[in-house]
């Protein structure tokens, strides 16, 4: 069996997949979103409250019976479950009960969710990628390299360090897109459900994923569009939209009712949003805020800083600069369109559909940005799905394209590479602080590479990046200014027993040295496969 394993290339995939995210990780959660999702997955089962006073106003809303609550939905909060369990558990072991008690971060339970949950996730994410791309009809040495690219460059990458839940979304979106497909050319019903099941439950996470059953939608509609003629499909029109719509729907309607039994279960309403009530009681702190308020922001004025042009030109978010792989399969997609397959037309262009939608959605909302975030969380997990197909585009018709398509592709690719592994070195909110002193545009980017220069080098405070801002909070201050990795980061800090520490640099080098064996391994079974 082992053998197997090993000559095979999806199990080395995963490996891979599992080893580089494990050796990412800082066993911080990385954001204070994901860190208030962790406490309500806590509340669950030991009957702490979701939000403690000290917190308001700065975070939570008022609900039922006056109590303070999340404002997220509960999606990510029932993924942790399961990890926070072990990790609270872990985290009474005597071993480390001096550790515990200095009440340092990162923490032991804060590890145990952190790097159990973000692995998993990326395993789960390499798997449905590489299974999607095989049902769209590429190879498997294509297939490998597209989810690799998803995974390695693209923000992707700095999400499975910082653990918002853009990834999770991901994850069940690809699942909703590869087994709806599966069922429209194979008739499988069981594939329907729980592609439908994987949709639905994204809307625990954000009722706003209703736009990516939408995009799912126009996928399969699109596929039947550009490739129906063929014969192709299981079922005639109306009766495929018969059977879609009886599995689907109620399905769908299954998640929805649960969210909104969350939902008034905090707040005693069946039919607002947390946005609702969140932007009333900002109101009420602060009359001068206008009515529409979170949504009081501009779609086109004030230029880049608006809701529209920004995610496009914005410095500080723009798509093309944290995420370049977008503009490389814009490209590909215009070169190329008449030459591709009905289903990776339809693909393409449901995923820019998607994109879109998400930009106007957003456009209006007050942190349309997604605030502290590594480029712009709203709309990046649509952005990395259409960036699936560009890598195995770019060897399929290599020679089509000819030498200078192909080695701008090469260079776009290892540039986003470099990029996303630029993200992960320090803590994500670095730049922000930063720019409250060095201000408005700034190519946050190319910031980060300086920063890593002058971090390296011991030359911070010459270079003028060590602003006030970045001080003001002593927590903050200890996780910016240390290389945002487990071991370095415990060094760092300097509440764990300096054994414990260099015992995790021996795991990361077994770990780093199992990664190359492994990515080797995966290269020479892919050669095999030309």
């Known amino acids: 069996m082992l053998r197997v394993a090993r000559s095979q290339p999806l199990p080395l995939l995963l490996l891979v997949t599992a080893l580089f995210t494990f050796l990412i990780q800082s066993g911080e959660l990385g954001t204070a979103d994901t860190m208030h999702r962790l406490q309500v997955t806590h509340s669950l089962w030991t009957g702490e409250p979701q939000v403690f006073p000290?917190?308001?106003?700065?975070?939570?809303?008022?609900?039922?019976?006056?109590?303070?609550?999340?404002?997220?939905?509960?999606?990510?909060?029932?993924?942790?479950?399961?990890?926070?369990?072990?990790?609270?558990?872990?985290?009474?072991?005597?071993?480390?009960?001096?550790?515990?008690?200095s009440e340092e971060d990162p923490s032991i339970r804060n590890i145990v969710v952190s790097i159990s949950t973000n692995v998993l996730v990326n395993v789960l994410t390499a798997l449905a990628a590489f299974y999607l791309l095989g049902l769209l009809g590429f190879s498997t040495?294509?297939?490998v390299a597209g989810t690799l690219g998803l995974l390695c460059a693209t923000t992707h990458l700095h999400y499975a360090?910082?653990?918002?839940?853009?990834?999770?979304?991901?994850?069940?979106?690809?699942?909703?897109?590869?087994?709806?497909?599966?069922w429209l050319t194979t008739g499988s019903r069981?594939?329907?459900?729980?592609?439908?099941?994987?949709?639905?439950?994204?809307l625990l996470t954000r009722i706003t994923t209703t736009m990516d059953i939408v995009g799912v939608g126009c996928f399969l509609l699109l596929v039947v569009r550009f490739g129906g003629k063929d014969g192709f499909f299981v079922a005639s029109g109306p009766r495929r939209v018969r059977t879609y719509l009886f599995y689907s729907a109620p399905i769908y309607g299954f998640f929805f009712l649960i969210d909104r039994i969350y939902q008034y279960a905090r707040f005693g309403s069946w039919t607002n949003t947390y946005v609702t009530i969140f932007g009333q009681e900002r109101r009420q702190i602060d009359p001068s805020l206008p009515a529409s308020f979170p949504f009081n922001g501009s779609l086109f004025h004030g230029g880049i800083g608006s809701g529209v042009i920004g995610p496009f030109a914005a410095p500080e978010k723009s798509i093309f600069l944290f995420d370049p792989m977008f503009a490389l399969v814009?490209?590909?997609?215009?070169?190329?369109?008449?030459?591709?397959?009905?289903?990776?037309?339809?693909?393409?262009?449901?995923?820019?559909?998607?994109?879109?939608?998400?930009?106007v959605f957003y456009a209006r909302y007050i942190f349309w940005a997604g605030d502290f975030s590594w480029g712009d969380r709203y709309i990046s997990s649509a952005v990395e799905l259409s960036t699936l197909v560009a890598i195995p585009l770019l060897l399929r018709y290599r020679e089509?394209?000819?030498?200078?398509?192909?080695?701008?592709?090469?260079?776009?690719?290892?540039?986003?590479?470099?990029?996303?592994?630029?993200?992960?070195?320090?803590?994500?909110?670095?730049?922000?602080?930063?720019?409250?002193?060095?201000?408005?545009?700034?190519?946050?980017?190319?910031?980060?590479?300086?920063?890593?220069?002058?971090?390296?080098?011991?030359?911070?405070?010459?270079?003028?990046?060590?602003?006030?801002?970045?001080?003001?909070?002593?927590?903050?201050?200890?996780?910016?200014t240390a290389w945002n990795f487990l071991p370095s980061l415990l060094r760092h800090v300097g509440a764990a027993p300096i054994w414990v520490v260099d015992v995790l640099y021996g795991v990361w080098i077994v770990v780093a040295i199992a990664l190359v064996v492994a990515s080797v391994r995966l290269f020479r079974v892919l050669r095999t496969c030309l």
Request: contains cysteine; glycine residues 10%.
């Open 161 to 182: 360090q910082n653990m918002m839940e853009n990834n999770y979304i991901l994850l069940l979106t690809i699942v909703g897109f590869a087994l709806q497909y599966r």
């Open 190 to 202: 069981r594939a329907l459900v729980w592609g439908s099941a994987a949709l639905g439950l994204n």
């Open 400 to 480: 089509i394209l000819g030498r200078t398509l192909w080695r701008f592709g090469l260079i776009v690719t290892g540039a986003s590479v470099v990029i996303q592994c630029a993200s992960l070195a320090f803590w994500m909110p670095l730049e922000i602080y930063q720019m409250e002193t060095l201000g408005h545009p700034t190519f946050v980017v190319w910031l980060r590479f300086k920063n890593i220069v002058a971090f390296a080098l011991g030359r911070r405070e010459a270079w003028g990046l060590n602003t006030p801002a970045m001080f003001e909070d002593s927590w903050d201050a200890v996780h910016i």
């Open 54 to 101: 000290k917190e308001y106003p700065e975070f939570g809303v008022h609900g039922r019976g006056g109590a303070l609550y999340a404002w997220y939905g509960i999606g990510q909060s029932l993924l942790m479950l399961p990890a926070d369990l072990v990790g609270t558990a872990v985290g009474h072991l005597p071993f480390w009960s001096d550790y515990v008690r």
């Open 330 to 359: 814009i490209l590909l997609s215009v070169v190329l369109w008449r030459r591709l397959a009905p289903a990776v037309r339809a693909f393409l262009a449901a995923t820019y559909f998607l994109v879109g939608i998400y930009i």
């Open 141 to 143: 040495v294509e297939s």
